[in-house]
């Protein structure tokens, strides 16, 4: 690039920034707001306020989300293995490719940390980080509903609610004790049960997380000298980078917590794999914090 382009480039640049700033001094205080900026963060932990009309019951906005998100899911795996599945070839394309390396990440992710029983985790690793990823995801397109009041809001992320998150870690709880019982019965209850705080900690670490991005992304949108290009920047990168990081965590702490309770252990060696297994638990844990 020649430096008349640089120059142009950066003139460009600085009369927009300079269109924007005029724009945000010149609306700054007339633009109406139907509620405050704590009204808005408070609503957006607890949703007391913004109600969505949904069969003749008032429910919060992240039920429409996840709603939403479980349809196109649905829908999305539908179409994949009537249309694309069958055109899978050996040499695989672009689409063929994206989806066995999604796949395989989180088939490995199962195998490599129960390698004796992974075939269920494998299934249920690769929902539950579709569902978190492109649920996180889903807010970045500003859906717009109406709520009982007649304000318009924007559609949050399903796990974003404190529910929503709660049921995310509760299941995949479930899931490691149903490890547990197949391997080892009474035993694999047991060693679930020794870590009650599992779901409480999966719950609230998933939850904060994604509540944290949609509260900067609030505050950036409430102030208008602030609401022209910071909010595309703050909320696709909050966003991508939450939706990235927590698939990870929660598959990865499902995968290794699952392993470790559906081990079958034997007399002989059993305190030198148990050492490793605290060891990798421990690893996990310290990466996930």
């Known amino acids: ?52 009309s949904f069969l003749g019951m008032q429910v919060n906005p992240s039920v429409i989300s996840a709603y939403t998100v479980t349809g196109v899911l649905l829908l999305l795996a539908l179409v994949i293995r009537i249309f694309a599945v069958p055109r899978f070839k050996l040499v695989p394309g672009k689409l063929q490719l994206l989806i066995e390396e999604w796949v395989g990440f989180f088939d490995k992710l199962a195998k490599g940390n129960s390698p004796h029983r992974h075939k269920f985790l494998g299934v249920y690793l690769f929902a539950a980080g579709s569902y978190i ?42 899931v490691i004790l149903s490890g547990g019982i ?29 509540l944290s991005g949609m ?37 990865m702490l499902t995968s290794v917590f699952y392993g470790e309770v559906s081990e079958v252990h034997t007399k002989k060696g059993k305190g030198k794999k148990l050492r490793k297994r605290r060891k990798v638990r421990k690893k996990a844990e310290t990466n996930a914090a």
Do not use: W
């Open 1 to 52: 690039m020649d430096k008349k382009k640089k120059i142009r480039m950066i003139c460009i640049f600085l009369a927009l920034a300079t269109i924007f700033l005029v724009l945000s001094l010149l609306l700054n205080g007339k633009y109406e707001k139907h509620e405050t900026i704590r009204m808005a963060m408070r609503d957006a932990v607890l949703h007391e306020d913004n109600k969505i």
């Open 182 to 210: 197949a391997s080892n019965k009474l035993k694999g209850v047991g060693k679930t049960l020794k870590d009650f705080s599992l779901p409480i900690s999966m719950s609230f670490r998933l939850f904060g997380a994604l």
């Open 215 to 251: 509260l900067v992304t609030e505050l950036v949108y409430y102030y208008i000298t602030l609401s022209f290009v910071l909010p595309v920047i703050v909320g696709v990168l909050f966003t991508l980078l939450h939706a990235l990081i927590q698939t990870y965590v929660l598959t």
């Open 133 to 174: 990823f492109v649920g996180t995801c889903f807010e970045l397109f500003g859906v717009q509903v109406m709520t009982t009041e007649g304000h318009s809001v924007a559609l949050p992320a399903p796990l974003a609610d404190i529910n929503g998150a709660i049921m995310m870690g509760c299941l995949s709880y479930l």
